[in-house]
């Protein structure tokens, strides 16, 4: 398994702002992933965050909006940029956990609140 | 495109009735899929996966190519069941894909 954490829980922010959210993983892993869950629906991946490259992100989402950093094997950040009350929502990161076919875990998530 | 679907946004029962959560699936490939479970004020956890074809708190799940399903079963709800159940599909990549979930409400 893996544990995963999330900083901050939850944010209450002001449309224009920035919001960054930390992900840490209790063991290291090569990839990780962030997902948005917005309200009454169900997880969309973001992007795919990979230690040592360029985040690969899904159709839909650009860097620009949501650049993510992944300095090393255990941590990855997602910010969230020029927020709007349409990014108001929960994002959750995930990582698989050890052992070759390991499904994903997931943090507790973020919930975040545009105004 | 790979999707999940889960078509009940709501399945309301009685305690000690059966449970059937409906999960359909198109892949293209060899499908690996999860049931995922999220309780009140609780993370999202792993439920089962269909590859360990095991049963866990009373519930199952077997995989119909031939249907393209993954219903998660119960002979027996308790209301301790309640919660979101999510249908997933993992892509290359180790992705996974979603289906848009199913409240379970369990009633005394």
């Known amino acids: 398994s893996a544990v995963i954490s999330q900083k901050p829980s939850r944010d209450i922010c002001q449309r224009g702002t920035s919001l960054t959210i930390q992900c840490q993983v209790d063991?290291?892993?090569?990839?990780m992933f962030w997902y948005r869950q917005q309200p009454g629906q169900s997880l969309t991946l973001i992007a795919t965050?990979?230690?040592?490259?360029?985040?690969?992100?899904e159709s839909g989402f650009v860097i620009d909006k949501f650049p993510i950093s992944r300095p090393n094997l255990t941590f990855s950040t997602l910010t969230v940029s020029n927020m709007s009350p349409e990014d108001s929502s929960i994002y959750l990161c995930s990582a698989p956990g050890q052992g070759l076919g390991e499904t994903q875990y997931f943090g507790p998530g973020t919930r975040l609140l545009v105004l | 495109a790979q999707r999940v679907t889960q078509p009940e946004k709501l399945l309301s029962v009685f305690k000690g009735a059966p449970v059937e959560l409906k999960c359909n699936y198109s892949y293209s490939g060899s499908p690996e899929l999860f049931w995922y479970v999220q309780y009140s004020r609780q993370r999202l956890q792993l439920l089962l996966r269909?590859?360990s074809r095991e049963s866990i708190k009373g519930f199952t799940a077997d995989l119909n190519k031939g249907e393209t399903s993954f219903h998660l079963k119960k002979p027996f709800a308790q209301e301790e069941d309640s919660a979101m159940y999510y249908c997933a599909l993992r892509e290359y990549g180790n992705k996974l894909v979603f289906g848009a979930g199913t409240i379970l409400r369990v009633k005394s």
């Open positions: 063991s290291q892993v090569t990839m």
């Open positions: 269909h590859i």
């Open positions: 965050a990979n230690q040592g490259s360029e985040a690969t992100y």
